[in-house]
């Protein structure tokens, strides 16, 4: 069975999770960002979220965690939470 790890960064707007996303591809760091930023509790920790299977996230974050490539800044994606940046760190098919 596939498994992935995974970080995010979870704000309110589009905006910005595009305004995020355009710091972290100039070169500012993930982990500092999600700390600063992140709506949700794992911010503290950088944004990770630890191992998962698929389906054990809601259907927009699986979707881009498993078929997104890895090691790239995903996003804007949109779920009922709000707008994640997502970094696949690992993934085994």
Same mark, same amino acid.
């Given at each position: 069975?596939?498994?992935?790890?995974?970080?995010?960064?979870?704000?309110?707007?589009?905006?910005?999770?595009?305004?995020?996303?355009?710091?972290?591809?100039?070169? !500012?760091? #993930?982990?500092?960002?999600?700390?600063?930023?992140?709506?949700?509790?794992?911010?503290?920790? /950088?944004?990770? $979220?630890? @191992?998962?299977?698929?389906?054990?996230?809601?259907?927009?974050?699986?979707? !881009?965690? #498993?078929?997104?490539?890895?090691?790239?800044?995903?996003?804007?994606?949109?779920?009922?939470? /709000?707008?994640? $940046?997502? @970094?696949?760190?690992?993934?085994?098919?």
């Amino acid at each position: 069975m596939a498994r992935a790890s995974a970080r995010h960064i979870l704000v309110k707007s589009k905006e910005e999770c595009e305004t995020l996303k355009t710091q972290i591809e100039g070169g !500012a760091d #993930f982990a500092a960002i999600a700390k600063e930023h992140s709506l949700c509790p794992s911010g503290k920790q /950088g944004g990770a $979220l630890g @191992e998962f299977g698929p389906g054990q996230m809601v259907k927009e974050f699986d979707q !881009a965690v #498993f078929t997104g490539e890895v090691g790239k800044v995903l996003g804007p994606v949109h779920t009922q939470f /709000g707008y994640h $940046l997502l @970094e696949v760190t690992s993934r085994t098919e």
